[in-house]
């Protein structure tokens, strides 16, 4: 099933039947026993393509006509879906990807990290997922129109109302580029970003200072622009720091886990607020703690997650490389009053010896890294100080695979001492290929140690 034997060459049509999806989505089948990739077609689903790139071990290939469709199919319902590359599986039912997402997470566990008997949980999914980004990234055509870049590409895709933005957001963008019109040509990108309570920041990168002191002008002139107004949006340069419209705030604040937190404009936070929520939520259950541990929260970012671990905590200590989210997460600490809390600047693999000596063996570590996980010496460093505990939180499964073969089975320098003892993935970034995943790990022999 799903194979078939065809001319495969790039001028021919070719029939193939979907077996699964991929990692990045696409269909894939096979055509003369070669993987073939199909963007746009689902399991189960027979049609023509036609090859677009071939390879020694693989080949891909575009929809030319789907003659059989899968009952998980749906209508996409944005207008730009297959251009912009944003989204991934808007032609697929929402609980079905959820599905498969489970299924990848499971399948890159087992086959990349060694870990047969493993029970992943359902993936914890949204009532309503969309609407649900607090930031987007958008980019300056030759016309001096805004939009997302295409996928693999420095294309601009220009939108109307992208679902997965606040309707807020989108009124920004919109009035935004009223204002630029075809002036100060040489600003190319602009970051919007929302706070949980609706406050907006536009993030420029410009050339010239007098393009920003003329875009400022222009913006100061539109008395009538309600959603730039003062009250709701700034706008300014972040390397800087400096405003050039608007008199609020040069960062913004979000709320959870009745704490309040400031963020820089350069300092990362998740960009879903509300399944942020629910990621943390079992973070704190699994962390199981009773007053007196000792935590690492590594790759602590503006201190989120160290501040609500504290409470619960003896003493927390975060590290952090990015300097604007350690100064956030000083700040948070202190206006929170949560005293039981310190935060380290730098990188973590050069960190962790001086951490150990200030600190002694921590009971619990947390570890939030970015996408290409961490680093090997930090594995290494964790093997040999053997903390209990590990919670791992994850946005990349093939990465977090990576690296919990090492925790489990060892580096070559150090034996691995951990189990996987429970796997919760979260749909952060609804209809993306992407997915969140919290691991709890446990030293071999202390099961009994929570």
């Not at 912009?84 to 039912?93: E, P, S, V």
């Not at 963008?173 to 100060?184: K, N, V």
């Not at 010239?208 to 949006?233: F, Q, Y």
């Not at 706008?235 to 979000?254: Q, R, V």
Request: neutral net charge; contains cysteine.
């Amino acid at each position: 099933m799903g194979h078939s034997r065809t001319n495969t060459t790039k001028e021919s049509i070719n029939r193939i039947e979907i077996i699964r999806l991929s990692s990045d989505g696409s269909g894939v089948g096979y055509l003369d026993g070669k993987t073939t990739f199909v963007q746009g077609m689902l399991p189960g689903e027979k049609g023509k393509v036609r090859i677009t790139t071939e390879k020694k071990n693989y080949q891909r290939a575009e929809v030319v006509e789907i003659t059989e469709f899968s009952p998980e199919r749906q209508d996409p319902p944005c207008g730009v879906f297959g251009a912009c590359g944003g989204c991934d599986l808007q032609h697929m039912h929402y609980a079905a990807t959820l599905i498969w997402k489970r299924r990848w997470v499971t399948d890159v566990l087992q086959r990349i990290g060694g870990l047969q008997n493993i029970s992943v949980e359902p993936v914890l999914g949204m009532d309503t997922p969309w609407r649900y980004r607090n930031k987007a990234l958008l980019h300056r055509d030759e016309s001096g129109q805004w939009g997302y870049y295409r996928e693999k590409s420095t294309d601009v895709v220009l939108f109307s109302d992208c679902l997965l933005l606040s309707e807020r957001t989108n009124a920004r963008i919109d009035r935004f580029q009223t204002i630029m019109g075809a002036s100060c040509p040489g600003i190319r990108t602009a970051t919007f970003r929302e706070s949980s309570r609706g406050k907006g920041l536009i993030l420029l990168e410009g050339n010239t200072d007098e393009e920003k002191e003329a875009l400022g002008a222009r913006i100061r002139e539109m008395k009538n622009s309600d959603e730039l107004a003062p009250d709701t949006c700034s706008i300014l340069f972040p390397k800087e720091n400096k405003e050039y419209a608007g008199s609020g705030p040069l960062f913004l604040n979000t709320y959870m886990d009745d704490l309040r937190f400031k963020v820089s404009p350069g300092a990362f936070l998740q960009v879903n607020p509300s399944q942020t929520e629910k990621l943390y939520a079992h973070v704190l259950a699994w962390a199981d703690l009773r007053g007196e541990e000792t935590v690492w929260d590594l790759y602590c970012g503006i201190g989120t997650i160290s501040l609500m671990l504290a409470r619960k905590a003896g003493h927390v200590i975060g590290v952090e490389e990015n300097p604007d989210a350690v100064t956030d997460a000083e700040y948070n600490a202190e206006f929170n009053k949560v005293t039981n809390v310190r935060f380290i600047q730098g990188k973590t693999e050069k960190q962790l010896d001086k951490l150990e000596r200030s600190s002694g063996k921590p009971d619990l570590v947390v570890v939030d890294p970015p996408r290409a996980g961490m680093d090997q010496a930090v594995i290494e460093r964790l093997l040999k100080i053997q903390p209990d505990r590990i919670i791992y939180v994850s946005c990349d499964p093939g990465t977090l695979a990576r690296d919990l073969k090492l925790l489990t089975q060892g580096t070559g320098e150090v034996d691995g001492i951990y189990s996987v003892k429970k796997i919760q993935p979260v749909d952060m970034f609804p209809w993306t290929r992407h997915v969140e995943t919290i691991i709890k790990m446990t030293k071999c022999g202390s099961e009994g140690k929570k």
